[in-house]
């Protein structure tokens, strides 16, 4: 068992509940933050539903009682996030909804967790960028935009966090394999995918102190696609 606490954003999702087991698999202590409400976590794990990372006030209600459970915070793992596919002449333009989900939610998350974060002698910072966001295919351009902006994020943060114990860097997956990108690309061969397994094992650690060599970087994790 570590003393070590993370906070995963979005920790009901798919990716968020893969790196939560592998969390507790090594012994980390684990609060969850999450906009969906009623989902059961294993005994030990602070789960703070109902949260919207989109506006700064939940995210500085939410860091306070992870640290009122926990006495500390070591690492926040920004898994929250949204995707749409859609043409950049859609009738419902989706980029101001993707920056938000994707670029607001992280950011309002780090502003809340920092100070806490820099108490840690190990501070680390995750952040989910996508490899789609280096060269957008059709109908990935407001995605795209929004996740090239957590790069963008990412690199800025590690640049002004040099002179403190925190890190800051990204993992940059191709198509995970969930059962929603199942559903929409039934023809895919999803072997060639990345398995959300995999990610957090790579995402874990980047929230390591053992990745304290490693800062701004873009960290591709794109199995066989």
């Known amino acids: 068992m570590t003393d070590r606490v993370i906070a995963i954003t979005g920790g009901h999702g798919a990716l968020g509940r893969a790196t939560l087991d592998a969390a507790l698999a090594v012994g980390l202590k684990v609060a969850v933050i999450d906009h969906a ?6 005994a030990g794990v602070l789960e703070l539903g109902g949260a919207d990372l ?64 820099k108490a840690s002698p190990e501070g680390r910072i995750v952040n989910i960028g996508s490899a789609a966001a280096l060269k957008p295919a059709a109908g990935m351009g407001a995605y795209g935009a929004a996740k090239a902006g957590v790069h963008a994020l990412t690199q800025a943060l590690a640049e002004e966090l040099k002179d403190t114990t925190v890190t800051v860097n990204a993992v940059l997956p191709s198509i995970i394999d969930t059962p929603a990108n199942r559903k929409d690309m039934p023809d895919a061969d999803p072997a060639k995918w990345v398995a959300p397994a995999d990610l957090a094992t790579v995402i874990l650690f980047l929230a390591s102190p053992e990745s304290r060599a490693m800062t701004g970087a873009l960290v591709p994790v794109t199995g066989r696609v």
């Open 37 to 42: 409400m009623g989902h059961p976590v294993p």
């Open 54 to 117: 989109t506006e700064g006030s939940q995210a500085s209600g939410a860091i306070p009682a992870v640290i009122g459970r926990f006495g500390r915070l070591d690492a926040l793992l920004n898994i929250a996030g949204g995707f749409v596919w859609q043409t950049a002449y859609d009738a419902e333009p989706a980029w101001d909804r993707m920056h938000a989900l994707n670029v607001t939610t992280a950011l309002n998350a780090v502003r809340a967790a920092l100070p806490h974060l």
